[in-house]
């Protein structure tokens, strides 16, 4: 499935609700709260990249928003994501908790982390916080088919954005045809693995035919088949090639060489093995 119809030639990915989303994110995850994230953070800005997502269970807002504030560019130029946590309680209020450790008025994008305690639990209140301007844009991630086709039912605004775990030994074509078919917006992360992925022969392969690096690669398999994709990285060349991947573009052959490294079967589910 190619998906680039999509997403616009300057990087962005229009949503349902009219908002754009940058096609390639910083992700956060696992990066301790101070020196090390703020640094992450104003080199990916340095870099290019006008995403940044992080989470209330990271424990690193409080960094984000002051590499936000230090890098100078202006607020309405990044798009911030952040995820309420579901066994916090009310979505409104961690929201407002959000923003005051980002130090912002309203979070570009807002999503309910996992759906501990049934999918629609948490999604009243997260329709409420965009209803009183604190995001933008809500949605969800780790969320399987029926898990998304609930929210939508029970809702009056359904998720903009469905962020899970993607890349091409996890290919969930359900999942994301599912999403396609209610004009969900896909999120990739773990793109590269955490990692693990950049060494395999077959992504090495097509790095070596296409002259980029394995990395560059995946996340390009990603944008090819239609989804935004959130990158870790605190180390700043590693930021900084990883934002060189609108410039090439993979051949049917690549893509179906990697398409065949899937071990889910295609699978629908959001993930594997839960931990909630």
């Not at 989303?21 to 696992?30: D, K, M, N, R």
């Not at 759906?115 to 209803?131: C, D, N, V």
């Not at 930021?239 to 990697?258: G, K, R, V, Y």
């Amino acid at each position: 499935m190619n998906l680039n119809a999509s997403t616009s030639g300057d990087g962005t990915r229009l949503l349902a609700d009219g908002n754009q989303l940058p096609v390639l994110g910083l992700g956060v995850w696992q990066v301790p709260d101070g020196r090390e994230c703020v640094n992450a953070v104003r080199w990916a800005l340095d870099a290019g990249y006008r995403h940044i997502d992080t989470a209330q269970a990271y424990g690193n807002e409080e960094s984000v928003g002051r590499a936000l504030r230090d890098s100078g560019i202006p607020r309405e130029e990044v798009f911030v994501t952040t995820k309420f946590q579901p066994r916090s309680g009310d979505p409104v209020a961690q929201a407002e908790a959000s923003l005051r450790r980002l130090g912002l008025e309203q979070v570009d994008l807002y999503l309910v982390h996992w759906p501990a305690g049934g999918p629609t639990r948490a999604w009243a209140g997260m329709e409420q916080a965009r209803e009183r301007g604190l995001a933008r844009s809500i949605g969800v991630s780790n969320f399987d088919v029926a898990e998304l086709e609930a929210v939508i039912a029970a809702g009056s605004v359904p998720p903009a954005v469905n962020q899970i775990l993607f890349n091409p030994p996890h290919n969930r074509r359900a999942l994301l045809e599912a999403c396609v078919r209610s004009d969900v917006a896909v999120e990739a992360y773990s793109p590269l693995g955490t990692g693990r992925y950049v060494d395999n022969p077959t992504v090495a392969g097509v790095a070596r035919r296409t002259g980029r690096t394995p990395a560059q690669v995946l996340l390009r398999w990603g944008l090819q088949h239609g989804l935004v994709v959130v990158a870790k990285s605190t180390h700043r060349d590693r930021i900084h090639e990883n934002a060189q991947i609108h410039d090439f573009t993979l051949s049917a052959a690549d893509m179906a060489e990697l398409d065949a490294l899937d071990r889910t079967g295609g699978t629908g589910r959001a993930l594997e093995s839960k931990w909630w």
